[in-house]
């Protein structure tokens, strides 16, 4: 009931929500699974290492010697050599990385080289280096001369065709084209 009367009360509007902004337009920052979390904002100079994950949002300057997975999030500045056993990269890196498994994202700025077993790169990303595959431990024991060779034939390529001077051109009206008529 209202105080000036007639209206019934209507109840009150449960409190506004915000709606979410999209999922790629916010940085996940999620740190669940995280040993080790450098938060936005934080600058740090120096030498880490660590057998946990790892996971960079601010500014790092030094090295990383790191035994489990590093995640250089979309605000990390990073100036560092990193070495780790996995590296997933979505903010800036100068300096070197090496690891098992490297995903670069959209949003990963690389200038160094890049050394992995595997690489994973999304489009958008950058890079200024160069890429190495290095061999998996596994595949140090294969064995490529024991593979049979293919047995395509081999063939000689196409003669060229030589040029015809006597052709008219494709868009030159011939004596036997007949799409146009007299006007």
């Given at each position: 009931m209202s105080f000036f009367g007639g209206r019934k009360s209507q109840p009150a509007p449960a409190a506004t929500e915000f709606p979410q902004a999209p999922a790629a337009a916010q940085p996940a920052r999620q740190t669940a699974g995280f040993d080790t979390v450098l938060g936005p904002g934080t600058t740090l100079k120096g030498d880490l290492k660590s057998q946990g994950n790892v996971r960079l949002d601010g500014t790092f300057e030094g090295t990383l010697e790191i035994?489990?997975?590093?995640?250089?999030?979309?605000?990390?500045?990073?100036?560092?050599?990193?070495?780790?056993k996995n590296v997933s990269v979505a903010g800036a890196v100068r300096g070197n990385v090496s690891g098992k498994k490297i995903q670069l994202l959209r949003t990963a700025r690389v200038w160094g080289d890049i050394?992995?077993?595997?690489?994973?790169?999304?489009?958008?990303?950058?890079?200024?280096?160069?890429?190495?595959?290095?061999?998996?431990?596994?595949?140090?024991?294969?064995?490529?001369?024991?593979?049979?060779?293919?047995?395509?034939?081999?063939?000689?390529?196409?003669?060229?065709?030589?040029?015809?001077?006597?052709?008219?051109?494709?868009?030159?009206?011939?004596?036997?084209?007949?799409s146009e008529e007299p006007a």
């Amino acid at each position: 009931m209202s105080f000036f009367g007639g209206r019934k009360s209507q109840p009150a509007p449960a409190a506004t929500e915000f709606p979410q902004a999209p999922a790629a337009a916010q940085p996940a920052r999620q740190t669940a699974g995280f040993d080790t979390v450098l938060g936005p904002g934080t600058t740090l100079k120096g030498d880490l290492k660590s057998q946990g994950n790892v996971r960079l949002d601010g500014t790092f300057e030094g090295t990383l010697e790191i035994d489990g997975n590093v995640l250089v999030g979309e605000t990390a500045k990073i100036t560092a050599d990193i070495n780790a056993k996995n590296v997933s990269v979505a903010g800036a890196v100068r300096g070197n990385v090496s690891g098992k498994k490297i995903q670069l994202l959209r949003t990963a700025r690389v200038w160094g080289d890049i050394s992995a077993t595997a690489i994973s790169t999304e489009e958008g990303a950058f890079i200024d280096g160069k890429i190495a595959m290095v061999t998996h431990d596994a595949g140090q024991d294969f064995d490529a001369s024991a593979l049979p060779l293919p047995d395509l034939p081999i063939s000689e390529p196409p003669p060229s065709e030589p040029p015809a001077e006597d052709k008219p051109a494709e868009d030159e009206p011939t004596e036997t084209d007949t799409s146009e008529e007299p006007a």
